[in-house]
């Protein structure tokens, strides 16, 4: 479909839904609800927020994703990601300042999908989603051994460095109980599927250690000792906003729509292949916009589509959103009426699901891989982690681009450079040879853009110079850009003033049409423009004799 919103829940509802499936959406939007609560928890305190906040953000904007997104199956909710950008914005503006970055970032998304973004989000270079994923699957790790080892420390450092050094001056004060509950939570996690795979590990340990450390009171903290009774209620604010600093949230806004827009846009294509599906990226922007402008008015954090919780609605046979409008409802009653038992969870149980997370999106095998290939990937993705790690994502995210997009010209003013040294194929030399005296040819063999528009620029000058006529072959020239179209129309001017006479042959009617708009047309003569080599050379040998 061609329209820019349009939600995959109506254009199924309209073919209708068939009632075995519609049971197995149900079915399997309670199993993700069940998944989706201890990571909803985990993720929110893990943010430096109260638990409920990340459970009224599984709930509205996983409602929202589904009801409005692209996707047949994509599942909505906080996640891993959002953990460093999260403590960040917490941490500089304070939670005041995260509410108003959500919803601008909710806005950046609703116009990446208007202006049709969706599938460029797509294209950002593997080596950087692999670099900034690991650096916040490290980053997620080192948040977790506080409560892992059960320290009594006040306050962490939010600096990689620093915190590490904090842990290690303070080894002498771990607590035995918490190391026992995160090993066994991590345990149960990864192998309770070998035991029953309709029951997610990590909800079955949840439930299990926060019995023992009950039933044998542990001396560990849990989420009651540490943030008090969970909220059943939502609360609608709007938040206190001066226009002025407004500019201040920009950065941290478009960090959360960037890193919102490529992790819910991964797990819609993750997903299509699961279900042989296809989603419509910019009504997914638009929706993952929408859940992000009004979420956090009632108390929620930044959302996204989340990659696990999706493939676990898949492999449960959900496929339709009503799966994922099910999982909202689920939790919202588990907030309602469970919540006076959640807030027992110990800590440490949530710091070793966190750690299975934090692994889980660590991509090492993807990381190790990259080594394996090119240098220049290599450096983005070196680039982009250590900046992640050791700075800031939002610095890591916008520098990686940069230098993705550097070397990228780098790479494509190589291959330019390598086609200008091969350009001659065999079956054109003989053609070439029995050229007269006088006329020179040149081919232009890849796009005229500002990474090769120098290069081409030179070389055509340089050739030209000996000559007295210089047919320029452009059968290749996908487009030519304004920095393409300066140079070309500088060199030509050149060529002119030394009375060359500039032939073009084989132009595409879009490049032609650029050419007519830039003048170069003009500069050349209309009837200096071939649509085929041969009329250039037989007009050229005409000319010649003329000269």
């Known amino acids: 479909m061609n329209q820019i919103f349009s939600p995959k829940l109506f254009s199924i509802y309209k073919a209708g839904i068939d009632k075995k499936q519609l049971t197995a959406d149900i079915f399997s939007g309670i199993v993700v609800g069940i998944v989706a609560l201890p990571l909803a928890i985990a993720f929110a305190v893990a943010s430096g927020v109260s638990p409920e906040r990340g459970i009224i953000t599984a709930v509205i904007a996983g409602f929202i994703i589904s009801f409005l997104g692209g996707s047949r199956v994509q599942i909505g909710g906080p996640t891993g990601a959002f953990i460093v950008i999260v403590l960040g914005v917490i941490e500089q503006y304070g939670l005041n300042g995260l509410i108003i970055s959500t919803i601008m970032a909710g806005f950046f998304l609703i116009f990446f999908g208007l202006v049709k973004l969706g599938t460029l989000l797509k294209y950002f270079p593997h080596p950087l989603v692999v670099g900034f994923t690991s650096g916040i699957a490290l980053i997620i790790f080192s948040t977790q051994i506080k409560d892992a080892l059960g320290l009594n420390i006040q306050s962490v450092p939010s600096d990689f460095i620093e915190k590490w050094g904090t842990y290690i001056t303070n080894l002498s004060a771990i607590n035995e109980s918490a190391i026992a509950i995160t090993a066994a939570t991590i345990l149960i996690t990864i192998y309770f599927k070998k035991i029953s795979a309709k029951f997610p590990g990590s909800f079955v340990a949840i439930i299990l250690l926060t019995f023992v450390v009950k039933f044998f009171d542990l001396p560990v903290t849990t989420i009651e000792s540490f943030f008090g009774d969970i909220p059943k209620e939502f609360h609608f604010s709007i938040p206190q906003v001066e226009f002025s600093e407004l500019k201040n949230y920009i950065a941290p806004a478009l960090t959360i729509a960037l890193l919102g827009g490529i992790e819910s846009l991964l797990s819609a294509v993750v997903s299509d292949g699961m279900i042989s599906g296809k989603h ?165 063999s890849g796009p005229l853009f500002f990474g090769s528009a120098k290069t081409y620029s030179e070389v055509i000058e340089e050739i030209g110079m000996k000559s007295r006529i210089l047919i320029i072959r452009m059968r290749h020239v996908s487009f030519v850009d304004q920095t393409g179209l300066h140079n070309l129309l500088e060199t030509i001017k050149i060529l002119k003033s030394k009375n060359v006479c500039v032939f073009l042959s084989g132009v595409n009617p879009t490049v032609l049409n650029d050419f007519n708009k830039s003048n170069i047309t003009t500069l050349v003569g209309v009837d200096h423009i071939f649509d085929s080599f041969d009329r250039a050379i037989e007009y050229a040998k005409k000319r010649i004799e003329e000269i």
């Open 280 to 444: 419509r990226s910019n009504t997914e922007l638009i929706a993952q916009g929408i859940a992000n402008i009004v979420t956090p008015l009632f108390g929620g954090i930044p959302a996204t589509g989340a990659i696990a919780r999706t493939a676990t609605n898949v492999k449960n046979g959900g496929r339709t959103p009503i799966a994922g409008i099910v999982h909202a409802i689920t939790l919202l009653l588990i907030l309602l009426f469970l919540g006076q038992w959640a807030k027992l969870i110990p800590m440490a149980a949530l710091a070793g699901i966190l750690m299975v997370v934090a692994y889980n999106m660590s991509e090492w095998r993807s990381f190790v891989a990259i080594f394996r290939g090119s240098p220049f990937d290599i450096i983005v993705l070196l680039t982009t982690f250590i900046l992640t790690v050791l700075v800031d994502l939002t610095v890591a995210i916008q520098i990686g681009v940069v230098l993705s997009a550097l070397l990228f010209m780098k790479r494509m003013s190589d291959m330019a450079e390598k086609r200008m040294n091969n350009m001659i194929d065999t079956d054109v030399l003989e053609d070439y040879s029995k050229i007269p005296q006088g006329i020179s040819i040149y081919e232009i």
